[in-house]
């Protein structure tokens, strides 16, 4: 059931990559180069060495609020990859709401959240970052 669920969930962040995806929103950035995926935010943070294997990113612009999610590999280790993130995300502004040995969120009321997942792959890790903020 859980693969299931996580096959729905992938199909609708992917199918969610259609629409306006470049936004010109000061501290944004191309995320690995390729326009289409859209543009992140500053206060989302990438590892070192990451690998983006998913990312797909809507924009309401009658809410003015854009949204995103971002999977990606890196060499490094779950706990520090979460560890640096967290850095990362603090550094930015918002405020720590959850942190486990495995994720962590953060906000800055409603105008800005990140939520980071990291998880052992192989000798790496696989982290999944959900995003969103008003513009």
């Known amino acids: 059931m859980r693969a299931l669920i996580a096959i729905a969930g992938l199909g609708l962040l ?44 809507s924009h309401d612009d ?17 706990g520090i990859v979460l560890a640096w993130s967290k850095e990362q995300v603090l550094k930015a502004g918002l405020t720590e709401q959850l942190s486990t040995p495995e994720t962590f969120s953060a906000s800055e009321g409603d105008r800005r959240t990140a939520m980071i997942l990291a998880a052992a792959q192989g000798t790496g890790s696989q982290v999944t970052i959900n995003w969103s903020r008003v513009r």
């Open 14 to 57: 992917v199918g969610g990559c259609g629409g306006h995806h470049s936004r010109d929103v000061a501290g944004d950035t191309v995320i690995g180069g390729d326009e289409a995926c859209g543009k992140k935010p500053a206060f989302v943070p990438l590892y070192a060495d990451a690998k983006v294997i998913l990312c797909s990113a």
């Open 62 to 78: 009658a809410a003015r609020k854009d949204s995103g999610t971002i999977i990606y590999t890196a060499a490094a280790a779950p």
